[in-house]
C-alpha cells in the first residue's frame, strides 16, 4: 500500500481532520502482522540514509507536528534508530526567545534547515507561529494568513536548494490522548513528561484542530506536502512514517559517488605493504633478524 498516496493533503485541499479516523491501521490486525513491512522500510531508509550522506547533493527535513502527547517523540525514536547519527540532526522549537522575538519568524529556524547529505527532523516547527500564536489570538487572521505565504515561499527556497521536504501531522483522538496523559501520570519514567499546560490546551482542541486544518491547506504544496498519519496504534504510525520517508529519498536516484583516487593503483600499494609485512616478519609475528 502507497501511504504516500493515502494520507497525502492535496495543495488546496479542504481538510477535516474530524474526518479521518486516527486509529485506522491498514490490512494490519496488530504489531505483529506489520513487524516485517515496519522492519523493511527501516532498512531501506538506513541504506538511503547512507547513500544521502556520501553523495552530499541532496538533503532531507522531516517536519513532525501532533497535538500534546501526540507522539513526535516516540517518532524520531523509532523510524530513526537504526540511521547514523552523523548525518542527522533533531531540532525542537519550543517558546521564542526575546531574541527571536526581536526578528521575524523564520529567523530562528532556517539555520537548522539541512545541509547537503543531511537529514534534519524539526520536533514542532515553524509551523508554531500559525497555530499556538493564532489559538491564543497572539496574532490575528491577516498575518497568520500573511504566514501561510512566508512559509510557503521558505520550504520552495530549500527544495530549489536540494531539499526534500516531508511534513507529518501525527493524528491521535481526544480519547488516546487523555489515555497518553494516564500513562505520563501512572509511569515513574514518564512523569517528567507532565505539562500544567497539558490540561490547559486540551480545553482548546477544537481550535487547535481548525488551525491545522487550515495551515494544512494553505502549505501543503508539491515541493512540501503534508502526511495526515493516524496515530493512535504507534506501531502504525511507525510503519507509514517509515515507509514515506524511505520511498521519497528511493525517489531521488540516490548512489555512492565514484571513488577520488585510482583505485588500481591503491591497490597495487596495498599489496606492496602486505607482502613487505610477510617478508620483515617470521611465522611468529616478531621481525626476522
Not at 505483529?32 to 544521502?52: D, I, P
Not at 502549505?219 to 507509514?240: C, E, G, M, Q
Amino acid at each position: 500500500m502507497d501511504y504516500r498516496k493515502q494520507f497525502r493533503v492535496k495543495p488546496g485541499e479542504k481538510l477535516r481532520l474530524d474526518k479521518l479516523d486516527p486509529a485506522y491501521k491498514a490490512k494490519h490486525e496488530s504489531e505483529a502482522t506489520a513487524k516485517e513491512e515496519t522492519e523493511h522500510f527501516l532498512k531501506k531508509l538506513t541504506r538511503q540514509q547512507a547513500l544521502l550522506y556520501a553523495e552530499h547533493k541532496h538533503s532531507v527535513l522531516i517536519v513532525l507536528q501532533a497535538m500534546d502527547a501526540g507522539g513526535k517523540d516516540g517518532t524520531i525514536k523509532h523510524v530513526f534508530s537504526s540511521v547514523n547519527p552523523q548525518g542527522v540532526s533533531v531540532v525542537s522549537f519550543k517558546q521564542p526567545s526575546p531574541v527571536e522575538l526581536a526578528h521575524d519568524f523564520l529567523w530562528r529556524v532556517h539555520p537548522h534547515a539541512p545541509g547537503k547529505g543531511e537529514i534534519a527532523i524539526f520536533n514542532r516547527s515553524h509551523y508554531e507561529d500559525v497555530l499556538v500564536t493564532r489559538v491564543h489570538k497572539l496574532i490575528d487572521k491577516a498575518t497568520w494568513t500573511r504566514r501561510y505565504q512566508y512559509i510557503c515561499d521558505f520550504e520552495a527556497l530549500l527544495a530549489e536548494s536540494g531539499a526534500t521536504v516531508l511534513k507529518f501531522f501525527l493524528h491521535i483522538s481526544r480519547d488516546e490522548q487523555l489515555a497518553r496523559f494516564a500513562q505520563r501520570l501512572d509511569d515513574p519514567a514518564r512523569n517528567w513528561k507532565i505539562s500544567e499546560s497539558d490540561y490547559s490546551e486540551r480545553e482548546l482542541w477544537d481550535d487547535y484542530i481548525e488551525a491545522f486544518e487550515d495551515a494544512m491547506r494553505a502549505t501543503s504544496t508539491d515541493a512540501a506536502p503534508w502526511y495526515v498519519i493516524p496515530s493512535n496504534h504507534k506501531w502504525f504510525r511507525n510503519l507509514a512514517v517509515s515507509q514515506i520517508i524511505a520511498d521519497a529519498m528511493a525517489d531521488l536516484g540516490l548512489a555512492f559517488p565514484p571513488p577520488s583516487v585510482n583505485l588500481a593503483d591503491i591497490r597495487r600499494k596495498y599489496h606492496a605493504a602486505v607482502e613487505e609485512g610477510q617478508d620483515g616478519r617470521n611465522r611468529d609475528g616478531h621481525k626476522k633478524g
